[in-house]
């Protein structure tokens, strides 16, 4: 499968859409100043503890508080606060943790005001940003992600993507990272280090030790609340998670962005930096390759599939809600159970898609067109499974219920993707009404006393929509034409034009020149 990254700066932000063989699948958009990104660590102070929920709102710094829950603390808290102390007081290892020593591992069961006090410091992480009223959520559990591997300091475990299925590698791997890892910091193994060399494993894990180095020295000198490290920004995290051998380009439309992004790939993965390209015609690098076509097609609440099948998409604060309809997909010579099957699985490919373009997260029902066999519903269930291997988001499908709806939930870190792909009604300008025609017509014969008495002309053309042109014509001699004609003292000719909005009009004199008003 190739994969090309196309990577747009406009005012607003900078865009990036991921397409696998051509086709949109992912879309980004990065806000410039935003306050919170998953992966960011924050130095906080504990603002309010609420006891019946056993949870804190933790200050962050940012337009709004953060929530955590007392299970969200992790089971390495005793370890992340010793070591917050340690890093306050400037103590010389806090940064290698030498001789650091593992504090209890936190229970599950326990209660938020026994561990924290209100104005409290504490180092969290963002898990979840802001959505809707709700501020970021929050987690104790400390990780630095890098390209290949994730650091999790107080730890000396090492994990290994399950993705990576193969024993012998499996082993290559742990052995690796045991010998490169420092005392007292954990690794989790990324699936595309799959066969990688221990220099690029090593130099992954540089990177991330520099990382946690430079937040340790941060906080000798800062007080909460701040951001002490920041994640990578959006094009930059999309590269360190989703680059690939099989990526095909990189194309950036702006010089500043492009040699960023040069340098980022060129640090990840030496010897792919040929992949990044400037982009240089004139034509806007989304519709250049297609992405502008498909973003009309696939945002909105009706998404249509070239067979004829359509989908309703429906979002609500609490869940998404998609419903199948066949449209007028019907294959000559099927039944009825054959064509609601196929229409199922092309439905259900197409969703499988929307929700990575959307990016959409909790619960999603989804209601497919009823099946009376059972090897059918499994068949739906087995296609959208595999469809689905592709997201990287945790997700969780349920079969079909006897309703016909399938439960899909889906890892939800950020808010939905919404694009307004409507355009304002050049009639209403977007409000849903218009002029009566009453009082169209006497604007028109306003605009006609205008010219008549301060041009010195006196034979007019008047181009219409046909409604108004028949409304002005009908009566013959009792027609408003010819009262006009009698009332301003001109001879006036009223034509019709289809491509005439209800309510557009123009005057030309008698050369056939437009008359501007």
Same mark, same amino acid.
């Given at each position: 499968m190739e994969k090309d990254l196309i990577v747009s700066r406009t005012p607003e932000g900078v865009q990036i859409a991921l397409l696998e063989d051509k086709r949109l699948v992912e879309l980004h958009r990065e806000q410039p100043g935003g306050q919170y990104a998953v992966g960011d660590i924050c130095f906080g102070k504990v603002r309010k503890i609420m006891q019946g929920l056993n949870a804190a709102f933790i200050d962050v710094g940012g337009d709004k508080e953060g929530f955590m829950h007392y299970l969200d603390l992790g089971p390495d808290y005793n370890s992340v606060d010793k070591y917050l102390r340690l890093a306050m007081n400037g103590d010389k290892n806090a940064a290698t943790l030498a001789d650091f020593k593992i504090e209890p591992v936190l229970g599950k069961v326990g209660n938020f005001d026994n561990i924290l006090k209100v104005g409290?410091?504490?180092?969290?992480?963002?898990?979840?940003?802001?959505?809707?009223?709700?501020?970021?959520?929050?987690?104790?559990?400390?990780?630095?992600?890098?390209?290949?591997?994730?650091l999790t300091p107080f730890s000396n475990k090492i994990s290994i993507s399950q993705k990576i299925k193969g024993a012998?590698?499996?082993n290559r791997l742990r052995r690796l990272m045991q010998s490169i890892k420092p005392q007292n910091f954990g690794i989790i193994?990324?699936?595309?280090?799959?066969?990688?060399?221990?220099?690029?494993?090593?130099?992954?894990?540089?990177?991330?030790?520099?990382?946690?180095?430079?937040m340790t020295e941060k906080l000798k000198h800062v007080s909460a609340p701040c951001k002490v490290h920041a994640e990578l920004d959006t094009t930059t995290a999309l590269l360190r998670d989703v680059l690939t051998d099989d990526f095909n380009s990189v194309q950036v439309d702006d010089p500043d962005l492009y040699n960023e992004v040069r340098k980022f790939v060129g640090v990840m993965s030496?010897?792919? %930096?040929?992949?990044? =390209? *400037?982009?240089?015609?004139? @034509?806007?690098?989304?519709?250049?390759?297609?992405?502008?076509?498909? !973003?009309?097609?696939?945002?909105?609440r009706i998404v249509t599939i070239r067979s004829g099948v359509y989908l309703y998409v429906e979002h609500t604060e609490a869940m998404h809600v998609i419903d199948v309809n066949s449209g007028n997909h019907i294959k000559?010579?099927?039944?009825?159970?054959?064509?609601?099957?196929?229409?199922?699985?092309?439905?259900?490919?197409?969703?499988?898609?929307?929700?990575?373009?959307?990016?959409?997260?909790?619960?999603?029902?989804?209601?497919?067109?009823?099946?009376?066999?059972? %090897?059918?519903?499994? =068949? *739906?269930?087995?296609?959208? @499974?595999?469809?689905?291997?592709?997201?990287?988001?945790?997700?969780? !499908?349920?079969?079909?219920?006897?309703?016909?709806?399938?439960?899909?939930?889906?890892?939800?870190?950020?808010?939905?993707?919404?694009?307004?792909?409507?355009?304002?009604?050049?009639?209403?300008?977007?409000t849903g009404h218009i002029k009566q025609s009453l009082v169209v017509v006497d604007e028109i014969e306003s605009n006609l006393k205008y010219i008549s008495t301060s041009q010195n002309e006196h034979r007019y053309t008047i181009v219409t929509h046909p409604y108004i042109c028949a409304y002005l014509t009908r009566g013959g001699i009792g027609s408003l034409r010819m009262k006009w004609m009698r009332r301003h003292k001109v001879w006036l000719s009223i034509k019709q034009s289809e491509s005439y909005g209800l309510l557009e009009y123009h005057f030309f004199n008698a050369q056939g020149d437009e008359i501007q008003m």
């Open positions: 409290q410091p504490i180092l969290v992480q963002v898990t979840k940003e802001p959505i809707s009223t709700k501020g970021p959520k929050m987690s104790g559990d400390i990780s630095i992600a890098g390209h290949y591997l994730v012998e590698e499996r193994v990324r699936t595309v280090a799959e066969g990688k060399s221990v220099a690029e494993l090593d130099s992954d894990l540089r990177q991330l030790m520099e990382s946690w180095r430079q030496p010897g792919k %930096e040929d992949i990044v =390209k *400037l982009y240089k015609l004139e @034509t806007p690098i989304f519709e250049q390759f297609g992405v502008q076509r498909d !973003i009309r097609r696939a945002f909105g000559a010579g099927s039944g009825q159970e054959d064509t609601a099957l196929q229409v199922n699985i092309e439905s259900g490919l197409e969703i499988a898609r929307q929700m990575r373009l959307r990016d959409m997260g909790g619960i999603i029902i989804v209601d497919f067109i009823d099946m009376d066999k059972a %090897e059918n519903r499994k =068949k *739906l269930f087995d296609v959208m @499974t595999e469809a689905m291997k592709a997201d990287k988001a945790r997700h969780t !499908i349920l079969p079909l219920s006897k309703f016909g709806l399938m439960q899909i939930t889906r890892q939800r870190v950020r808010p939905a993707v919404e694009v307004d792909v409507q355009e304002k009604c050049p009639m209403c300008d977007g």
